[in-house]
């Protein structure tokens, strides 16, 4: 068997042109949805990916800032910048990019952002949401995931989900969206014992780990639908992903690519929460959907 291969680029597309019609929706009405990202430091990746966020807030029409703060910020200066963010009417989006530099504490800085404006969903009030039912902003990674596999026809009742990856920013909240789609979720880590066993029994596998081509055809079962999250640089510093592409696409139903799978979904799904924040904020939401 030769996996269908998901074109997340052309599907991200399509997500886009849907919210695109939304903010032209409260466009009309005189609101201009508003994204502000930060970023601290010089990390080479998180400029990339901020440079391509503010990117795609520039082609939906949306209004955008970008912060680039030095990597010896305070953690004072830093809540004060987001305090002026929470307060300007203009921006209806925050995002920090993360990692941080580690003399700042991470979670005192995401609770800093107003929830309102938490287009990540990492605000506790947001990860509280998406636990007990229905969250405004589901992070944008797990919900690209989402979208990509609903727009593939991927059946998820009743399915048996496997995520490789604990993380608060893709592994937790993807079960958690899986489960409330009435999956049935399995966690592992790259710990796991006899990783395998679990990998080999989903129909839905996720690897979201970190860790170049690490899960091999032989973790997979036959027909199974692969979603590879992960960004890795290999020695040849070629960009791939936690899943080994070659041996996986023999033995997958449906395998996303990197790059070109769940990467452009993380970014639409991005503009689709701060158009969402914007319509929440002005009140516009309910009449337009
Ligand atoms: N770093 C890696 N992924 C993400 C993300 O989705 N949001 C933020 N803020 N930082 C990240």
Aim: with cysteine; proline share 5%.
């Amino acid at each position: 068997m030769t996996a269908h291969i998901i074109d997340g680029k052309t599907i991200a597309q399509q997500v886009r042109a849907e919210w695109k019609l939304r903010a032209d929706a409260l466009k009309a009405r005189g609101i201009t949805p508003g994204m502000a990202v930060i970023i601290v430091g010089n990390d080479p990746a998180s400029k990339v990916y901020v440079a391509n966020k503010v990117k795609a807030c520039a082609e939906l029409g949306l209004y955008s800032i970008h912060r680039e703060l030095p990597a010896d910020i305070t953690e004072a200066q830093l809540l004060s910048e987001i305090e002026a963010l929470n307060n300007d009417p203009k921006i209806h989006g925050i995002l920090v990019q993360l990692p941080l530099p580690k003399h700042l504490d991470a979670n005192q800085v995401i609770e800093a952002i107003n929830p309102d404006k938490d287009v990540d969903g990492f605000h506790q009030k947001n990860v509280g949401a998406l636990v007990t039912g229905e969250t405004p902003f589901p992070s944008c990674t797990p919900y690209g995931v989402m979208v990509l596999l609903e727009k593939t026809g991927i059946a998820i009742e009743g399915r048996h989900a496997v995520i490789v990856g604990r993380s608060n920013i893709v592994g937790k909240p993807m079960a958690l969206l899986l489960l409330h789609k009435n999956a049935t979720v399995t966690i592992c880590t790259s710990k796991t014992v006899d990783l395998a066993k679990h990998t080999r029994d989903a129909d839905i596998l996720v690897a979201a780990v970190g860790r170049a081509n690490f899960i091999t055809g032989d973790m997979v079962k036959p027909g199974a639908t692969v979603i590879d999250v992960g960004i890795n640089r290999n020695s040849d510093g070629k960009l791939v992903g936690d899943v080994d592409f070659a041996s996986v696409k023999e033995v997958a139903g449906y395998l996303t690519p990197v790059p070109g799978g769940v990467g452009p979904m993380t970014i639409a799904m991005l503009v689709a929460n701060t158009v969402r924040a914007a319509e929440r904020l002005s009140g516009f939401g309910k009449q337009i959907g």
